[in-house]
């Protein structure tokens, strides 16, 4: 679905970027700046939107586009070359690409690692690429978030704009209320 635009053989190409971002890390702007090497445009889809203030999914879809909007801006990254989406799950697999789809922006390519992502959309059509990881041993959210509970070193693996965030807004402090629980054990 290559597009051409305006003069000749320039191949326009729009591509589409899912993640939770439970927090936005170095991963994942690695992963967005290698996309938009590849691509003309990005459209990040924040994905679980609907999901906040659990262990897994601590941050606000409102929350997560503002940290992915403070770290391309703190790189550079023009903002007419992305869109920050957010879409609620749909527990429909089968339906899930064509929920997204009506969701978003029309695109040309899919960028994942995730498997289950990658199955749908290639069984949908799309054509779908894999990401380089970046330091995937210890740059992941899982791995961010245990070190938030743990009080070990978070910061360095995000960049500096969305670890100021998270401070201001106390994303740790939330983070360890939600290990909490009013149950009496016996």
Not at 26 to 41: F, R, T
Not at 56 to 82: H, Q, W
Not at 101 to 108: A, E, I, L, R
Request: hydrophobic share 40%.
């Amino acid at each position: 679905m290559e597009r051409s635009e305006n003069e000749g053989n320039v191949k326009f190409l729009r591509a589409l970027y899912v993640g939770r971002f439970q927090p936005f890390h170095l991963g994942h702007l690695e992963a967005i700046k290698y996309i938009l090497s590849k691509a003309n445009e990005i459209i990040i889809v924040v994905g679980s939107s609907q999901e906040s203030h659990t262990l897994e999914n601590p941050f606000t879809a409102g929350e997560r586009i503002y940290m992915i909007k403070l770290a391309l801006n703190e790189v550079g990254i023009d903002p007419s070359k992305y869109y920050i989406i957010p879409v609620a799950d749909l527990d429909i697999h089968s339906l899930w690409v064509s929920h997204v789809c009506s969701q978003v922006p029309k695109f040309d390519v899919v960028y994942s690692n995730e498997p289950l992502t990658r199955r749908l959309f290639i069984e949908s059509g799309f054509r779908v690429e894999s990401i380089p990881f970046y330091k995937r041993d210890i740059c992941s959210a899982t791995e961010i978030r245990r070190r938030m509970l743990l009080d070990q070193n978070w910061e360095e693996l995000l960049p500096k704009s969305v670890a100021s965030f998270i401070k201001e807004i106390k994303g740790v402090e939330r983070l360890k209320d939600l290990t909490k629980s009013d149950k009496i054990f016996s």
